[in-house]
């Protein structure tokens, strides 16, 4: 990891476990929390704290032995991370003691991240970790349209003339889903191949593989490369880089992207159409 750039302070956003919030304060040790709270020295919002509480900093009001507990300060850090399969992108999971987080070094690690777009456990490629909260809601948020590009490779072959099923979408439970552009990679002259380029800015839990699915192709890997302007080149398997200001600005960024023999991309949302390029 690079050197860590000048510190801001971030505002609080997720719930934490209160011993992890104790300890981060620098009041004891977790164990050492714990025991306070069962003995019931802990209060959380004029009420005796039981195990199992979670509270959010900067929100939640903790007392210790009747002395209040402020919330830890946290510099602005943002890391880019090269997620492999098997990893899941949680802070805390009880049936997985590894977790993309376990990939920072110990002096990263000591802060508390938040994941801005996650990967499922079986996919892999780039995943953005912040400790700001404002950035990691502008990054999830819809209005935003940050661009994440994916390359997905599928069991059998995906023909060029269904292209456009991936852009129209289907639904599933209630939510639409589907993807801004889907391109073949490398496809044969039948205009089939199993390698696809794939680009959404929305992105549901699972979406691409249920989409997959959906329509009859099983996804046997999938990558994300590239988020806004910002791709994953140069970051090795379970690397990460820390990000300077203009990198963070690139995520908000959507480069042209050339144009490929079998394609299809979704037009602006007022036309709702598409249109697909086929090989001359």
Not at 67 to 95: E, F, M, W, Y
Not at 185 to 199: K, M, R, Y
């Amino acid at each position: 990891m690079a050197e860590l750039p000048p510190s801001g302070i971030v505002p609080a956003a997720d719930a934490i476990r209160l011993q992890k919030f104790i300890a981060d304060a620098g009041v004891c040790s977790r164990r050492a929390a714990e025991a306070l709270i069962a003995r019931g020295e802990v209060w959380v919002n004029g009420a005796a704290a039981t195990p199992g509480t979670h509270v959010t900093p900067g929100v939640d009001k903790v007392t210790v032995s009747g002395k209040p507990v402020r919330a830890a300060v946290q510099p602005k850090l943002t890391v880019a991370v090269h997620k492999p399969r098997g990893l899941i992108c949680s802070n805390d999971d009880p049936h997985h003691a590894d977790t993309l987080f376990t990939l920072l070094p110990r002096e990263l690690a000591r802060h508390r991240f938040f994941c801005a777009g996650r990967l499922d456990l079986d996919s892999e490629g780039l995943v953005i970790l912040t400790t700001d909260g404002d950035l990691a809601n502008r990054l999830m948020h819809p209005s935003q349209l940050v661009v994440k590009r994916y390359h997905v490779v599928l069991k059998t072959p995906f023909p060029a003339s269904r292209l456009n099923q991936l852009i129209r979408g289907v639904t599933v439970e209630g939510e639409r889903l589907k993807v801004e552009r889907a391109a073949l990679i490398n496809a044969d002259a039948g205009g089939i191949s199993t390698d696809l380029d794939v680009h959404l800015h929305h992105g549901k839990k699972r979406e691409i593989r249920l989409l997959f699915t959906q329509l009859g192709f099983d996804v046997k890997r999938l990558r994300r490369y590239q988020i806004g302007a910002l791709q994953l080149k140069g970051i090795p398997l379970r690397g990460g880089k820390l990000l300077s200001p203009k990198e963070i600005k690139s995520l908000f960024q959507n480069p042209r992207t050339p144009r490929a023999a079998y394609e299809a991309v979704a037009n602006p949302p007022a036309t709702g159409t598409f249109a697909v390029a086929h090989e001359a």
